[in-house]
């Protein structure tokens, strides 16, 4: 009798330990959206994506003017760069984002740039103009208002794997006690009422 009663004990007292679990776990979900958000909201940058080739003429046309641009507008944008002539991941990506915006891949070239929902093919002069417009443009739009590109495109890079928290394991640990427990106090009970 004295075991089963310690077998109840240990039980409620498990009891009582999941909710206060699943309570901070739920709580730390809720802290890492907010930084996440407030992280967001900081940021207010404008993602340029490029996607170059290396020693692509106009290419580094591009680049050279987007470097004497910084002093002025580099806080308003960041680059994010795709070498596609020796990265097939990258060239393959590219094709994926022509396909998501609805243009035709066997036209595209390189630089191939892109700012919220508008895309230049190549580089020329009169793009300069449009670029800044588009950036200046979508600086001011809310961030979370604004278009981006790579939320639409499904990449073998944008498949992560899961990640088993800390608060995951206590909480397994926490059920194989429980059942250890229950096991080994049926055992108790079993061989002392033989």
């Known amino acids: 009798m004295k075991s089963f009663k310690l077998l109840l004990v240990a039980v409620f007292a498990t009891l009582l330990v999941i909710p206060f679990t699943a309570l901070a776990q739920e709580e730390g979900a809720t802290e890492e959206a907010a930084t996440e958000e407030t992280t967001q909201q900081e940021d207010k940058t404008v993602t340029l994506y490029l996607f170059r080739g290396e020693g692509c003429s106009h290419c580094a046309e ?3 003017w987007i470097e004497s641009i910084q002093g002025e507008y580099g806080s308003l944008f960041k680059v994010v760069d795709y070498e596609t002539w020796n990265n097939q991941d990258n060239a393959k990506l590219m094709t994926q984002v022509a396909e998501v915006r609805g243009e035709n891949d066997d036209q595209l070239g390189v630089p191939y740039i ?3 929902n508008k895309s230049w ?3 020329a002069e009169d793009y300069k103009a449009e670029i800044l417009e588009k950036i200046q443009t979508e600086y001011e739009t809310p961030v979370a208002d604004r278009y981006d590109i790579m939320k ?4 073998d890079k944008k498949e992560e794997k899961e990640v088993v928290s800390g608060t995951d394991v206590v909480v397994a ?4 006690a429980v059942i250890c427990g229950v096991g080994f106090g049926l055992y108790k009970a079993r061989k002392s009422t033989n």
Request: proline share 0%; glycine share 12%.
């Open 62 to 64: 591009f680049e050279e």
């Open 114 to 116: 892109i700012i919220g």
């Open 121 to 123: 093919k190549g580089f």
């Open 152 to 155: 639409y495109v499904d990449t």
């Open 173 to 176: 640990l926490v059920i194989v």
